[in-house]
């Protein structure tokens, strides 16, 4: 079935470091791709999305590209600030069932 | 203007209780879902309903009976609680089953 693995955290940076956090996934036909933070807590809060291969999501600074033939959507930033502390969500969207599948959640800590 | 809503926010009740959390979307969606985030934060799909009508319905007990009234709102009902009922659950909404979802803040369940 489809599924989505992120890499393993907590991840801890210095504000202003490059980010990355890995996501992979294994789905049938052509899912959609999402990016969702969650604040402490608040709700899930969708951060970007690509519906295509090749596509890029970008908002607040984060972006993602689609890659089909790596099967990834990875989530990067260039200098990360403190506010951006919180736990990152990649999720594939099966169009046919409607099911979203999340991966297991990467905490980001960011120290000043 | 919120967009996702639910009601409570916090619920702290016994074993053996009857609850229900209520989820209500202003944003003029057909599809709404019931997520449960458990304690290491992983995120899973119980239901979904599409214009009034169950079409997602995951392996959850059946003490779990979800209700939709009309398409703006999606009640979940939990008869018996367990200790493993205890919980954060997530209501959200889309447009079809295709877009991207768009969550509530969250009922923290607390089974004693």
């Known amino acids: 079935g489809d599924s989505v693995t992120q890499m393993e955290g907590p991840v801890t940076l210095s504000e202003e470091a490059f980010l990355t956090i890995n996501c992979t996934y294994t789905?049938?036909?052509?899912?959609?791709l999402f990016w969702y933070v969650q604040y402490p807590g608040e709700g899930l809060q969708l951060l970007l999305k690509?519906?295509?291969?090749?596509d890029k999501g970008s908002n607040k600074g984060f972006e993602a590209t689609y890659r089909k033939e790596t099967t990834s959507f990875h989530l990067e930033k260039g200098s990360v600030q403190v506010s951006d502390s919180a736990v990152y969500f990649c999720?594939?969207?099966?169009?046919?069932?409607?099911?979203?599948?999340f991966g297991q959640g990467t905490t980001l800590q960011v120290k000043p | 203007d919120t967009a996702v809503s639910q009601t409570p926010k916090y619920l702290v009740t016994q074993m053996g209780n009857d609850k229900s959390i209520k989820c209500e979307q202003n944003?003029?969606?057909?599809?709404m879902y019931w997520y449960k985030q458990d304690s290491k934060k992983f995120l899973k799909i119980m239901f979904s309903?599409?214009?009034?009508?169950?079409?997602i319905n995951e392996t959850v007990p059946n003490r779990f009976s979800p209700k939709s009234p009309d398409k703006a709102h999606l009640n979940l009902h939990i008869n018996s609680l367990e200790l493993g009922d205890s919980a954060v659950y997530f209501c959200?909404?889309?447009?079809?089953?295709?877009?991207?979802?768009?969550f509530g803040p969250g009922t923290r369940l607390t089974v004693t």
């Open positions: 959200a909404s889309s447009q079809g089953t295709s877009w991207e979802q768009y």
């Open positions: 789905a049938t036909g052509y899912p959609s």
């Open positions: 690509a519906t295509k291969a090749d």
């Open positions: 999720a594939l969207l099966n169009g046919n069932t409607g099911k979203l599948i």
């Open positions: 944003l003029g969606h057909d599809t």
């Open positions: 309903y599409n214009n009034k009508e169950l079409i």
